[in-house]
């Protein structure tokens, strides 16, 4: 998963659509099945049934929640879903709770009335400790959980598919609950496993809406903010035909087995600075500065960005940029969203590169990994090349311009 890994033990049948690798963690105990199972069966007689009018009309929506507590990345995989509602219904009041490091990716987006900040202890890596006592606490008494509650949503939707946030929904009454505790759906597996977003299209079909809409995230920058992107790549006046092509490293990884080695990624950093019409930026947290300072020796020119602006810098940068070269990790999902060419690098841990393609992947995006036609990781000389030959086929300048 990417830039949303959850824990064994928190998910559910949906969300346990984990990559096939072959490092993974404990198995759950079998007995904490059984509560699980009791809250399915409460949950399909909270969900209710929502017939449609006699005349075939939906009924009118005046309030929509979508709880996501999970990561970036993972937000931005129900984004699409948020448009749809929107068009839908018009009037309604859409609100997002997720907690506060989503906040800015969500900022300025039309279809969003209101970010409610949702600090929950489970399905993320910033709010600690996510025991179960913990979890237990936040649902029943936090201030957050009797807000919510106490606003009665027309309509809720679990927008991670975890047992722990179906809860929270539970807990907030809404009067419509949607999400995979909450339908009798199966949930696909194997090769039949859809794209993450058309997943999230399912709640809109469910409330009669067209589960149609492009599988691209959506981030949404002001002129200044894309301005300010391009600021950062200090092309100064250069004109758009004759300057560099400009590169992203983001070398971040939530877990380890998802981490190409620092080694591979200075390689490629070092090939394509030796074309010598390449500019090379690297982005990531804090928890990135030592091995962005790593990749960075290949020469002072490359900009080492790392723990050193914001999301909605990052963001800014990555939209003028001409390709992205990553981990399994936020930037992928971002360059999509700005129509930016990029390669996702997947380490031998991952048995099915084909896999995350179907799940993850979109049309500007290569996902390098084990396949029918590759035992493997790719080398950093193979993925160096294959950036070699996107840029090239791609013109000069073409960074910067807002997808169509």
């Known amino acids: 998963m990417a830039d949303g890994d959850l824990t064994d033990d928190d998910m559910s049948t949906a969300a346990k659509r984990e990559p096939e690798i072959t490092v993974g963690g404990a198995r759950p105990r079998r007995w904490l099945g059984y509560p699980w199972r009791l809250l399915r069966a409460v949950s399909f007689f909270c969900a ?192 758009a035909a004759r300057r560099p092509y400009r590169v992203v490293i983001a070398p971040a990884s939530s877990r380890p087995y998802k981490c190409w080695s620092m080694d591979d990624f200075r390689e490629v950093t070092r090939i394509l600075h030796g074309r010598g019409d390449v500019a090379l930026a690297i982005i990531g947290g804090n928890d990135t500065l030592e091995s962005a300072a790593h990749i960075a020796t290949v020469d002072p020119t490359v900009r080492n960005y790392a723990g050193r602006i914001r999301l909605r810098e990052t963001f800014g940068l990555i939209a003028n940029a001409d390709f992205v070269l990553c981990n399994a990790n936020l930037a992928w999902h971002v360059a999509a969203a700005f129509d930016v060419p990029s390669a996702v690098v997947l380490t031998a841990a991952y048995l099915s590169a084909a896999r995350e393609r179907s799940e993850w992947g979109y049309p500007t995006s290569r996902v390098l990994g084990r396949d029918a ?31 169509g």
């Open 48 to 239: 209710g049934r929502w017939p449609p009018p006699a005349d075939g009309g939906r009924q009118p929506v005046e309030s929509i929640l979508v709880l996501q507590a999970n990561h970036i990345g993972d937000l931005l995989m129900t984004t699409p879903l948020l448009e749809v509602l929107r068009k839908g219904f018009p009037r309604a009041r859409i609100t997002v709770a997720a907690g506060a490091w989503n906040a800015e990716t969500l900022a300025h987006n039309p279809h969003v009335d209101e970010f409610f900040t949702l600090p929950a202890p489970w399905d993320n890596a910033f709010v600690k400790p996510q025991s179960a006592l913990a979890r237990l606490r936040f649902l029943l008494f936090s201030r957050e959980a009797r807000e919510l509650a106490r606003r009665r949503f027309g309509v809720g939707i679990d927008a991670v598919g975890t047992r722990t946030n179906a809860s929270m929904l539970i807990r907030i009454r809404p009067g419509r609950l949607l999400g995979p505790f909450f339908t009798d759906k199966p949930v696909p597996t194997g090769p039949e496993r859809r794209h993450r977003i058309e997943v999230q299209l399912d709640h809109a079909a469910t409330l009669g809406l067209p589960a149609t809409a492009p599988i691209l995230p959506q981030i949404f920058l002001t002129a200044g903010e894309r301005a300010r992107g391009a600021e950062l790549w200090v092309d100064g006046d250069v004109p």
């Open 373 to 403: 036609t590759h035992d493997g990781a790719y080398s950093a000389g193979e993925v160096a090349a294959i950036i070699g030959d996107a840029l090239d086929s791609r013109p000069r300048g073409a960074s910067g311009t807002p997808p």
